[in-house]
Protein backbone atom coordinates (compact mmCIF):
# COMPACT_ATOMS: atom_id res chain seq x y z
CA UNK A 1 0.00 0.00 0.00
CA UNK A 2 1.05 3.38 -0.62
CA UNK A 3 1.16 6.18 1.81
CA UNK A 4 -0.17 10.05 0.20
CA UNK A 5 0.05 13.43 1.40
CA UNK A 6 -0.85 13.82 4.97
CA UNK A 7 -3.74 15.86 6.22
CA UNK A 8 -4.06 16.84 9.41
CA UNK A 9 -1.65 13.89 10.67
CA UNK A 10 -3.38 11.28 9.32
CA UNK A 11 -2.22 9.49 6.06
CA UNK A 12 -4.31 8.98 3.05
CA UNK A 13 -3.43 5.79 1.18
CA UNK A 14 -3.77 6.18 -2.78
CA UNK A 15 -6.23 4.04 -4.50
CA UNK A 16 -4.87 1.58 -6.72
CA UNK A 17 -7.39 2.12 -9.56
CA UNK A 18 -5.09 4.18 -11.45
CA UNK A 19 -2.90 1.00 -12.36
CA UNK A 20 -5.79 -0.64 -13.19
CA UNK A 21 -7.00 2.22 -15.67
CA UNK A 22 -3.69 1.88 -17.31
CA UNK A 23 -4.38 -1.70 -17.64
CA UNK A 24 -7.63 -1.00 -19.27
CA UNK A 25 -6.51 1.72 -22.04
CA UNK A 26 -4.16 -0.98 -23.17
CA UNK A 27 -6.37 -3.46 -24.05
CA UNK A 28 -8.63 -0.99 -25.55
CA UNK A 29 -5.04 0.42 -27.68
CA UNK A 30 -4.84 -3.23 -28.77
CA UNK A 31 -8.46 -3.60 -29.62
CA UNK A 32 -8.21 -0.03 -31.56
CA UNK A 33 -5.03 -1.61 -33.07
CA UNK A 34 -6.87 -4.48 -34.33
CA UNK A 35 -10.02 -2.77 -35.64
CA UNK A 36 -7.47 -0.74 -37.92
CA UNK A 37 -5.32 -3.76 -39.15
CA UNK A 38 -9.45 -5.50 -39.97
CA UNK A 39 -10.33 -2.29 -41.52
CA UNK A 40 -7.03 -1.97 -43.33
CA UNK A 41 -6.99 -5.49 -44.65
CA UNK A 42 -10.37 -4.99 -45.88
CA UNK A 43 -9.56 -2.12 -47.60
CA UNK A 44 -7.01 -3.94 -49.50
CA UNK A 45 -9.35 -6.72 -50.89
CA UNK A 46 -12.15 -4.72 -52.12
CA UNK A 47 -9.94 -1.88 -53.41
CA UNK A 48 -9.76 -4.11 -56.49
CA UNK A 49 -13.88 -4.21 -56.89
CA UNK A 50 -14.12 -0.43 -56.22
CA UNK A 51 -10.82 0.52 -58.88
CA UNK A 52 -12.70 -1.67 -61.71
CA UNK A 53 -15.95 1.03 -60.78
CA UNK A 54 -14.00 3.68 -60.79
CA UNK A 55 -10.32 3.93 -61.82
CA UNK A 56 -9.79 7.40 -60.30
CA UNK A 57 -10.58 6.66 -57.01
CA UNK A 58 -7.17 6.21 -55.06
CA UNK A 59 -6.49 3.51 -52.36
CA UNK A 60 -6.08 6.29 -49.46
CA UNK A 61 -9.61 7.66 -50.93
CA UNK A 62 -11.30 4.00 -50.72
CA UNK A 63 -9.68 3.15 -47.42
CA UNK A 64 -10.63 6.80 -46.14
CA UNK A 65 -13.99 6.54 -46.83
CA UNK A 66 -14.31 2.77 -45.15
CA UNK A 67 -12.81 4.05 -42.32
CA UNK A 68 -15.28 7.44 -42.31
CA UNK A 69 -18.55 4.72 -42.90
CA UNK A 70 -17.18 2.52 -40.09
CA UNK A 71 -16.48 5.18 -37.54
CA UNK A 72 -20.18 6.85 -38.39
CA UNK A 73 -22.06 3.05 -38.12
CA UNK A 74 -20.15 2.98 -34.41
CA UNK A 75 -21.33 6.15 -33.58
CA UNK A 76 -24.70 5.37 -34.45
CA UNK A 77 -24.63 2.06 -32.04
CA UNK A 78 -23.51 3.83 -28.85
Same mark, same amino acid.
Given at each position: ???????????????????????? *??????????? @??Q +?? =????? !???? *??????????A @??? +?? =???A? !???? *????
Amino acid at each position: MQLGVQKLGVPKMKAKTRQVRVAV *RRLSGNEQVRR @EIQ +SF =LYAVK !SYPG *RFARDPRVTFA @EHH +SG =LVRAA !STAS *RRRV
